[in-house]
């Protein structure tokens, strides 16, 4: 059983293991980073609301205190025409009063649509808010949900590496590389002949008979370009305490 086949199949069988643990995961990962480029998009919204609400808060008060400024001036400058001089003096301050009067109320006009506007952000910033919390909530709850499934496949994870880490270390890195190579094209890269066949496909009984009688070397099925593994052996977790023992 110290057979290089022994030794793949072994492998074969530990990572079959990880991946029927990896697969409790399902798409847990993905809706993960999906969920947080949701939150993302939120927070975004919530920061470009609150910097556009901000800046009008900013023009309100800013045009509060220059309404009162304009009113002041008006104020001042009607004390003003009863000691003019003369009718040029008083036509003048006159004309000056129509200007901060017409500033003023083009102002205030202004002042009162933002005002609308302060009030329609406001409204848009509050469900914002709420949304982001809702999709935060719904990050949180696929994160705790990502925990409990870790947690519980923690322990046997560790195990499984640390067997396969042992394997890996009695196996010729040639072998290593072939095995990695073909495992980029199919989940399982090494199968066992079933009835001298691999995946439906039926292998000549002289080429089974070669792999029975070589068992120090690998053959890749010419169908499914996975490695072979001979029905004879039988594969389970005595075989991985064996190799990786």
């Known amino acids: ?25 399902g798409d847990l990962p993905e809706q993960i980073e999906s969920q947080k480029e949701q939150v ?39 004390k003003q025409q009863f000691q003019v001089r003369n009718n040029k003096e008083f036509d003048a301050i006159t004309s000056e009063i129509k200007h901060l009067n017409l ?10 649509q933002e005002g609308i506007k302060e009030e329609n952000l406001t409204n848009i910033l509050e469900k914002q808010k709420t949304d982001l919390a809702s999709e935060q909530k719904k990050l949180e709850d696929l994160e705790a949900e990502l925990a409990d499934v870790s947690s519980e496949q923690d322990d046997e994870l560790k ?11 009695k196996i010729d ?8 190579r073909i495992g980029q094209y199919h989940r399982e890269a090494a199968v ?4 001298g066949s691999c995946r439906g496909y039926k292998i000549p009984s002289q080429r089974l ?7 120090d070397r690998i ?27």
């Open 40 to 78: 993302t998009t939120c927070e975004k919204m919530v920061n470009e609301t609150t910097g556009i609400l901000q800046e009008l808060k900013d023009f309100v008060n800013k045009a509060k205190t220059t309404l009162v400024d304009l009113k002041t001036k008006e104020e001042n400058l009607a």
């Open 103 to 112: 500033e003023h109320s083009e102002l205030s006009d202004k002042l009162r």
């Open 1 to 25: 059983m110290d057979t290089l086949i022994h030794k793949v199949a072994a492998l074969a069988y530990v990572d079959k293991q990880i991946s029927y643990l990896q697969d409790e995961y």
């Open 192 to 195: 066992q002949v079933v009835k």
């Open 159 to 169: 195990e499984l590496t640390k067997k396969r880490d042992s394997i890996l270390k």
């Open 173 to 180: 890195q040639e072998t290593i590389d072939e095995y990695n």
């Open 209 to 215: 008979v070669e792999i029975r009688n070589n068992m």
């Open 219 to 245: 053959f890749v099925d010419e169908h499914t370009g996975r490695i072979l593994i001979p029905e004879e052996i039988t594969i389970d977790e005595s075989l991985v305490e064996s190799i990786a023992d």
